[in-house]
């Protein structure tokens, strides 16, 4: 999130990462990045160690999912999958810890950069169909989290719902209202095709897989490259992280190591990002907002979705 948190001050986040990762720990800065969770660097002698996260709880994560993503990332690391940066165990041997209603963890600090999303050149796409095709060739463990719908049979019915009234909630309600109303009518089409392909998703083969593992997920260091962010770890269809890869404009790359996907699957889950996605901004912009960076970015995001054409088979 751009904005630091109202209910936990860099302070109490410092006091936090003492007692449960670097008992040297002396500093501790809010980073305006990412998107749904907070994020802080900790440093000990003016030197950067961890990057901790507060993931939120709710209708995406339970503690409990969270600790078995985290410790299936920790598992698949001591598989020799040298490109996973897990976690760092709390002082309690845990993944996790709980804080102010989420789940705070921190994996350490390496010095990199983070990419705009989308893979943009030859030596991305190879090194990144490299690691999945890696991650889905482990031994998953047998306590990961599996995947499951995101949004209900009955969303564009709900979401209907609640578009009767104003949302009189802040600068964005008005206008998030009445572009959802507009495009009520695709949002049940989609969705009744996503839950079709779910059903077939029951028959494919299930592996480890990450989520998100676009550029934004990927730290890149003077010496390696790192998938991030290991909170979206699924045992579900590989097709879920392929979109990076379909995205990149050039169709199926078969010469880098993976073969082709199922369509069905990957419109499956090109359709599950764009419906979670309304859902989660539809239930920010209901709610009060006071017109942040964050809710810049929401609103844009949320209509971006709307009004994206529907996904097709690279040619």
């Given at each position: 999130?751009?904005?630091?948190?109202?209910?936990?001050s860099?302070?109490e986040?410092?006091g936090?990462?003492?007692?449960?990762?670097a008992?040297?720990?002396d500093?501790?800065?809010?980073l305006?990045?990412?998107?749904g969770?907070?994020?802080w660097?900790?440093?000990?002698?003016?030197?950067?160690?961890?990057?901790?996260?507060?993931?939120?709880?709710?209708?995406?994560h339970?503690?409990?999912t969270?600790?078995?993503?985290y410790?299936?990332?920790?598992?698949?690391?001591?598989?020799?999958?040298?490109f996973?940066?897990?976690?760092?165990?709390?002082s309690?041997?845990?993944?996790?810890a709980?804080?102010?209603?989420?789940?705070?963890?921190?994996?350490?600090?390496?010095d990199?950069t983070?990419?705009?999303?989308?893979?943009?050149?030859?030596?991305?796409?190879?090194?990144?169909?490299?690691?999945l095709?890696?991650?889905h060739?482990?031994?998953?463990?047998?306590?990961?989290?599996?995947?499951?719908?995101?949004?209900?049979?009955?969303?564009a019915?709900?979401?209907?719902t609640?578009?009767?009234?104003?949302?009189?909630?802040?600068?964005?309600?008005?206008r998030?209202?009445?572009t959802?109303?507009?495009?009520?009518?695709e949002?049940?089409?989609?969705?009744a095709s996503?839950?079709r392909?779910?059903?077939?998703a029951?028959?494919?083969?299930?592996?480890?897989t990450h989520?998100e593992?676009h550029t934004?997920?990927?730290?890149?260091t003077?010496?390696?490259?790192y998938?991030?962010d290991?909170e979206?770890?699924?045992?579900?269809?590989?097709e879920?992280?392929?979109?990076?890869?379909?995205?990149?404009?050039?169709g199926?790359?078969?010469d880098?190591?993976?073969?082709?996907p199922?369509?069905?699957?990957?419109?499956?889950f090109?359709?599950?990002?764009?419906l979670?996605?309304?859902?989660?901004?539809?239930?920010?912009f209901r709610?009060?907002h006071?017109?942040?960076?964050?809710?810049?970015?929401?609103?844009?995001?949320l209509?971006g979705?709307?009004?994206?054409?529907d996904?097709?088979?690279?040619?």
């Amino acid at each position: 999130m751009r904005e630091p948190p109202t209910h936990v001050s860099d302070a109490e986040l410092l006091g936090l990462a003492r007692r449960l990762w670097a008992p040297d720990a002396d500093h501790a800065e809010h980073l305006p990045v990412g998107f749904g969770a907070h994020h802080w660097r900790v440093e000990a002698g003016g030197r950067p160690i961890l990057f901790a996260t507060l993931d939120a709880l709710g209708s995406r994560h339970t503690h409990d999912t969270l600790e078995r993503a985290y410790a299936g990332a920790v598992a698949l690391a001591g598989q020799g999958l040298e490109f996973v940066l897990a976690s760092v165990p709390t002082s309690e041997g845990r993944l996790t810890a709980p804080v102010a209603g989420g789940a705070l963890s921190a994996a350490p600090w390496y010095d990199g950069t983070t990419g705009d999303g989308p893979l943009t050149t030859p030596d991305e796409i190879a090194e990144s169909a490299g690691f999945l095709a890696r991650l889905h060739g482990a031994v998953p463990p047998d306590f990961l989290p599996q995947w499951a719908p995101l949004v209900p049979p009955d969303f564009a019915d709900t979401l209907a719902t609640t578009l009767s009234d104003p949302w009189e909630t802040g600068p964005y309600g008005e206008r998030a209202r009445a572009t959802l109303a507009e495009h009520l009518g695709e949002i049940g089409r989609w969705t009744a095709s996503y839950h079709r392909l779910a059903e077939l998703a029951t028959r494919r083969p299930w592996v480890a897989t990450h989520g998100e593992p676009h550029t934004r997920n990927q730290l890149r260091t003077a010496t390696a490259t790192y998938l991030v962010d290991w909170e979206s770890l699924r045992l579900a269809p590989r097709e879920r992280d392929f979109a990076a890869l379909l995205d990149t404009g050039l169709g199926w790359l078969p010469d880098y190591g993976i073969d082709a996907p199922s369509w069905e699957m990957a419109e499956l889950f090109d359709l599950e990002w764009r419906l979670d996605e309304i859902k989660q901004y539809a239930e920010w912009f209901r709610a009060p907002h006071t017109g942040t960076e964050s809710d810049r970015v929401a609103i844009e995001g949320l209509v971006g979705e709307l009004q994206r054409p529907d996904w097709r088979v690279p040619a």
